[in-house]
T-cell receptor, first 113, second 114 residues
């Protein structure tokens, strides 16, 4: 058990819809990261938050947004969903930056029908 | 930009065989290097890490040495078990002003047969 909790585990929805993925980091971790895992793109970094502030942005679409709340949990919002958004979305957390390893949740599997 | 290249799988082995998964990287700074493992239906678990040149990371019988001169971080295990069947990801973290995201290789699926 990594200590990172993601909900829901599975999400099935239709094109054009909006969903919210939730992540609770390990106790004491200030950084939260979101990654997308798909068959064609592999594991891609989306965005990082550190103590409530956006720290780094990767290959995140404009239709996607995220935030980290004062209690350090994070949400990833995906809107105007397309078939190609079907993927496994992982959240990871770490104590801070530098050489601290990231610990991953079990992911949310998003299926767009 | 940063990139990680690892050997494509699947790699199929018999129990007690020697496992090597090659990983090379390109980075502009001085990255930390990681191996993560993903078992079926689960998230990624940190297997081992190395933060500077010549460091050796080790865990559960797996080892990898940070080789700056060859920009490599190959994963090895002397005697694999069926329970080692999983997908293995090599990754780097190049901490800087742009945060410390992980850049992953494509993953190598390993199947160990009894």
């Amino acid at each position: 058990d990594s200590g990172v909790t993601q909900t829901p585990k599975h999400l099935i929805t239709a094109t054009g819809q909006r969903v919210t993925l939730r992540c609770s980091p390990r106790s004491g971790d200030l950084s939260v990261y979101w990654y997308q895992q798909s068959l064609d793109q592999g594991l891609q970094f989306l965005i990082q938050y550190y103590n409530g502030e956006e720290r780094a942005k990767g290959n995140i679409l404009e239709r996607f947004s995220a935030q980290q709340f004062p209690d350090l949990h994070s949400e990833l919002n995906l809107s105007s969903l397309e078939l190609g958004d079907s993927a496994l979305y992982f959240c990871a957390s770490s104590a801070g930056g530098g050489n601290q390893p990231q610990h991953f949740g079990d992911g949310t599997r998003l299926s767009i029908l | 930009g940063d990139s990680v290249t690892q050997m494509e799988g699947p790699v199929t082995l018999s129990e007690e065989a020697f496992l090597t998964i090659n990983c090379t990287y390109t980075a502009t700074g001085y990255p930390s290097l990681f191996w993560y493992v993903q078992y079926p239906g689960e998230g990624l678990q940190l297997l081992l890490k190395a933060t500077k040149a010549d460091d050796k990371g080790s865990n559960k019988g797996f080892e990898a040495t940070y080789r700056k001169e060859t920009t490599s971080f190959h994963l090895e295990k002397g005697s694999v078990q069926v329970s080692d069947s999983a997908v293995y990801f090599c990754a780097l973290s190049d901490f800087g002003a742009a945060g410390n995201k992980l850049t992953f290789g494509g993953g190598t699926r390993v199947l160990v047969k009894p």
